[in-house]
């Protein structure tokens, strides 16, 4: 059974930044395509950013290019949000998920619980 553990969040002021982990056990990375979601209240569940499972291409939502960096480590069977300049809009719990390895983002059927980024002005 494939289990995905979030980790990073807290808080933070505009401007700062956040690195978010995403552990991964059960399989190993390199046969997932993965990304990262959020949800802010009273929204629905927004893609932030994918991986391929071989890590070689990346994709990112507007609000994200050029501040967030998605990035895996395979040796440790965990990905990465780097989140910088961050901003009150951020702010959402944000999900670690993975499909097999041709998945795309809509297609993701593994997810974690969450972990909670809030960022004050």
């Known amino acids: 059974q494939v289990q995905l553990v979030e980790s990073g969040g807290g808080l933070a002021q505009a401007g700062d930044s956040l690195r978010l982990s995403c552990v991964v056990s059960?399989?190993?990375?390199?046969?997932?395509?993965m990304g990262w979601f959020r949800q802010a209240p009273g929204r629905e569940r927004e893609v932030v950013a994918t991986?391929?499972?071989?890590?070689?291409?990346?994709r990112y939502t507007d609000a994200a290019r050029g501040r967030f960096t998605i990035s895996r480590d395979n040796a440790k069977n965990t990905i990465y949000l780097q989140m910088n300049s961050l901003e009150p809009e951020d702010t959402a719990v944000y999900y670690c998920?993975?499909?097999?390895?041709?998945?795309?983002?809509?297609?993701?059927?593994?997810w974690g619980q969450g972990t909670q980024v809030t960022v004050s002005s």
């Open positions: 059960g399989r190993t990375l390199n046969t997932l395509a």
């Open positions: 998920a993975a499909g097999h390895p041709f998945a795309t983002s809509s297609e993701y059927d593994i």
């Open positions: 991986i391929t499972a071989t890590g070689g291409v990346t």
